[in-house]
């Protein structure tokens, strides 16, 4: 078979599942991007325009000519927001968390990851080959069955890990991450946070689910995106300078790539103090969430999670795709949701609640929604 042949067979397969993905421009009310706090769409001033001598360089890796002095200002501005020794800038929450966990992870250490993680961890994971336990879902018995028997056999030398995220993606729901760090410590087990879908969203100034909880001291790294919330891109790792100092010199996802442009950290530089004193921001989005919720569930639709991430779960692929297509054609732009991005059988529209939605844009959404479903 030739290669041309497989992949034409691969996509035939995937349309008679109703599978098959395309690329589609954005039309229509935004409800499906992680702009959650609305910068994306202007919700605060345009950013400063980076000069000329910004925009040009960087074209090396970090450890070559593209690092610039405006990283050190950015990672130091992250580091004290945080309250964290250290920060390392990457070029996107993929290449972060692929990165960290395959320069930390060893081949023997064993890895406790959320079946539900994102799929940059499972990528990181398969590069390293650790053990590894797929726990169920914010199951803290499932999880705890496996860190005990792991502890009770541990080998010399080998390293215990827990990976989450801290708020899930697809189903808009949050780790109980005080009871996974309390767990991890009794079993000697180091935690690491995916807090792409919390930056800019819970928190103290908005710096995530970690500092909210008061947990900074007690977890060994945290991940966070720009390209959510924040509205900028590029991404970082958080945690101690030593770590800092061991991806600076292991990590390929880090040395083997052209570092960002320096225009891009000016971008941050800008947006970082917004963030920060965006309280309003938060309550806006938190409330609409909570609006939309309420009006789905009085109306009878089945609801998982508690956050501004809405999943409307319909199970089989073709109706999510229907339900989509019928919202798209009322001016939303919101996507359904198929495996693999989601477990099998529960296909969804995926519906991201914003800080610039009107309380009239989210009851006639949930108006819609309901009457799209039930068509
Ligand atoms: C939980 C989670 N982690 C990491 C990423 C990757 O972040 P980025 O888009 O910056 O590569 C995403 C993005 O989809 C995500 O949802």
């Keep these: 078979m030739t290669l041309q042949a497989r992949w034409t067979e691969t996509l035939d397969g995937l349309t008679a599942q109703g599978r098959l993905r395309a690329l589609r421009l954005p039309h229509g009310i935004d409800f499906t991007s992680n702009d959650y ?7 605060l001033a345009n950013p400063k325009v980076p000069s000329a001598e910004l925009a040009r360089t960087g074209m090396a890796s970090r450890l ?10 950015v990672e130091s501005e992250l580091a004290a927001w945080h309250a964290a020794e250290a920060v390392l800038m990457m070029t996107s ?8 966990l395959s320069t930390i ?16 961890i499972s990528e990181g994971l398969r590069i390293c080959r650790p053990r590894k336990f797929a726990f169920r ?35 808009g729901d949050r780790a109980p991450l005080v009871e996974i760090v309390t767990l991890a410590e009794r079993y000697g087990a ?32 945290t ?43 000016t971008w941050w530089i800008d947006r970082l103090p917004k963030v920060q004193s965006d309280n309003l921001g938060r309550e806006q989005l938190h409330a609409n969430a909570r609006r939309i919720r309420a009006v789905l569930i009085e109306d009878g639709l089945p609801m998982i999670g508690e956050t501004f991430i809405v999943p409307v779960v319909l199970g089989d692929d073709r109706n999510a795709v229907r339900v989509a297509t019928v919202l798209q054609t009322k001016g939303y732009d919101i996507r359904a949701i198929r495996p693999p991005s989601v477990p099998l059988g529960t296909a969804r529209l995926r519906v991201s609640i914003h800080a610039d ?11 819609d929604i309901i009457e799209g479903v039930r068509q």
């Design 105 to 120: 992870v060893e081949p023997g250490d064993w890895v406790a990851t959320d079946e539900l993680n994102h799929a940059c």
């Design 37 to 43: 706090l609305g910068y994306g769409n202007g919700r």
């Design 137 to 171: 879902h914010n199951d803290l018995n499932h999880l705890e069955d496996g860190l005990r028997a792991e502890a009770a056999k541990r080998p010399e030398g080998r390293q215990m890990l827990v990976v989450t995220e801290s708020v899930f993606s697809m189903d």
């Design 93 to 100: 929450g993929f290449t972060a968390n692929e990165g960290l």
């Design 223 to 265: 991940v966070h995106t720009g390209g959510k919330a924040l509205g900028v891109t590029g991404a970082y790792i958080c945690g101690s300078r030593l770590l800092r100092d061991y991806l600076v010199n292991k990590c390929r996802h880090l040395i083997f790539t052209t570092a960002l442009p320096p225009a891009i950290g």
């Design 357 to 367: 939605h009107s309380p009239e844009m989210i009851d006639q959404l949930a108006f």
């Design 64 to 73: 070559l000519r593209g690092h610039h002095a405006v990283w050190d200002e």
């Design 190 to 221: 180091s935690v690491i946070v995916d807090e792409a879908h919390s930056t800019g969203c819970f928190g103290p100034r908005g710096s995530g689910c970690v500092d909210e909880l008061g947990l900074r001291s007690r977890v060994l790294a």
